[in-house]
């Protein structure tokens, strides 16, 4: 997807870059990640905290299709059907509260609390048209009352504040962190789309799910 001539609003309402930002690994290659880390939220948070305390920045970022090790822990992503554990987004790890926004006018296509320990938790997809082309971005991993008066069809602006980094309690038992999704085909979906995939599904999801990273960081 061609974002050259659209001029869109950064999601973190500043821009990512090296001064306030790091890339995080959560890949199964990182070694030092270790079970007893992620499979503990407590540990998972104060992890998280104290790489981006040792960096001095307020945000961590990366993800999109890294083979992820941090799901083994949750029975939603390993059934004896398949094993999910590559990620179709891009998070940003930060403070819980930390505000989000919207990056281009859209509408709001959906929006659901999608429990379960591992799920995103509450979920906004907004739908956006763009020089002819219909697309679908999504925000999981919320604060519950960010779900609180939207409706269907209701009109968001350029750079309007949607949402918040939601709590462990609320965020589908999460350090905080926003995942954020670009979706060209919702495929029937309404609330919820797959954010992790089994590796036999990679190539579909990498045609439907473009890269967002220029909707967040610049060099």
């Not at 509260?97 to 509450?122: A, M, Q, W």
């Not at 919820?192 to 220029?214: I, M, Q, W």
Request: proline content about 6%.
């Amino acid at each position: 997807m061609n974002w050259k001539n659209i001029d869109p609003f950064p999601v973190m309402g500043a821009w990512l870059d090296k001064s306030n930002a790091i890339p995080l690994d959560f890949s199964a290659a990182n070694t030092a990640l270790q079970k007893e880390t992620y499979g503990h939220i407590d540990a998972f948070c104060n992890h998280v905290n104290q790489l981006l305390q040792d960096a001095g920045v307020p945000f961590g970022y990366g993800g999109y299709f890294e083979n992820r090790i941090i799901y083994n822990v949750f029975d939603n992503f390993a059934t004896p059907a398949e094993h999910r554990n590559i990620h179709l987004g891009i998070d940003v790890w930060g403070a819980e509260g930390t505000k989000v926004f919207c990056p281009l006018e859209g509408e709001i296509h959906s929006f659901r609390f999608n429990e379960g320990d591992g799920n995103y938790g509450p979920a906004i997809i907004v739908k956006h048209h763009v020089d002819g082309d219909t697309f679908f971005s999504l925000y999981g991993h919320l604060r519950r009352d960010d779900l609180t008066g939207l409706e269907v069809g209701q009109t968001i602006a350029k750079g309007s504040l949607l949402c918040h980094f939601g709590a462990p309690h609320e965020n589908g038992k999460w350090p905080p962190h926003l995942h954020f999704q670009l979706i060209r085909d919702m495929e029937g979906w309404e609330g919820d789309y797959p954010g992790v995939c089994a590796t036999k599904d990679e190539v579909h999801f990498r045609k439907n799910c473009p890269d967002p990273l220029s909707l967040i960081y610049k060099d």
